[in-house]
T-cell receptor, first 113, second 116 residues
């Protein structure tokens, strides 16, 4: 079965710091990859997605992620975080023709002003 | 509506009682998912509906859990004889047909279930 690992469970940064959140998955075939964000008190919403093509994906609010097939990774990055980026971030993977996204445990990001 | 709607937003129930959670997906979305989010845990898949096909129930944790989707739209998740370990946020999501390229899931606000 597919598994998704997010190794950073809690991250605390100051504003303007750079961010990288790790995401690794176990399936070696064709994958669809997603990052979702959940702001405090709000529903999960899509940050960015990868289906095919350019492995460097740009998302909303200055986020980007890079699909590295050889490393089974899809890390999320942002060069300069803001206080408003404080949220829970989830990586998700659909693989091998499965219709069901598998989610990681999530990373809680706190950005201090 | 514009988004996925779930009701109630909060539910407190006594151990042993049955509860029903409702999900109204985005109009035109044929795929519907239920997930459970426990404190400090990721999203645990429960059940998936696609159109009129038989649902994928592989994530349901016990036979106390069931779900139905009437008319290919609204879905109800039922938990019978609730236990304290059922306390969690239950999330519903919908998407366009999963076989197409643009298949990200859109989530509702969730129902926070507390079993006392």
């Amino acid at each position: 079965a597919q598994s998704v690992s997010q190794h950073n469970h809690h991250v605390i940064l100051s504003e303007a710091a750079s961010l990288e959140l790790g995401c690794n998955y176990s399936y070696g075939g064709t994958v669809n990859l997603f990052w979702y964000v959940q702001y405090p008190g709000q529903h999960l919403q899509l940050l960015l997605k990868y289906f095919s093509g350019d492995p460097l994906v740009k998302g909303i609010k200055g986020f980007e992620a890079e699909f590295i097939k050889s490393k089974f990774s899809f890390n999320l990055r942002k060069p300069s975080v803001q206080w408003s980026d404080t949220a829970e971030y989830f990586c998700a993977v659909k693989s091998g023709g499965s219709y069901i996204p598998t989610f990681g445990r999530g990373t809680s990001l706190i950005v201090h002003p | 509506g514009a988004g996925v709607s779930q009701s109630p937003s909060n539910k407190v129930t006594e151990k042993g009682k049955d509860v029903e959670l409702r999900c109204d997906p985005i109009s035109g979305h044929t795929a519907l998912y239920w997930y459970r989010q426990s404190l400090g845990q990721g999203l645990e898949f429960l059940i998936y509906f696609q159109g009129n096909s038989a649902p994928d129930k592989s994530g349901l944790p016990s036979d106390r859990f069931s779900a139905e989707r009437t008319g290919g739209s609204v879905s109800t998740l039922t938990i019978q004889r609730t236990q304290q370990e059922d306390s969690a946020v239950y999330l519903c999501a919908s998407s366009l047909k999963s076989g197409s390229a643009n298949t990200e899931a859109f989530f509702g606000q969730g129902t926070r279930l507390t079993v006392v």
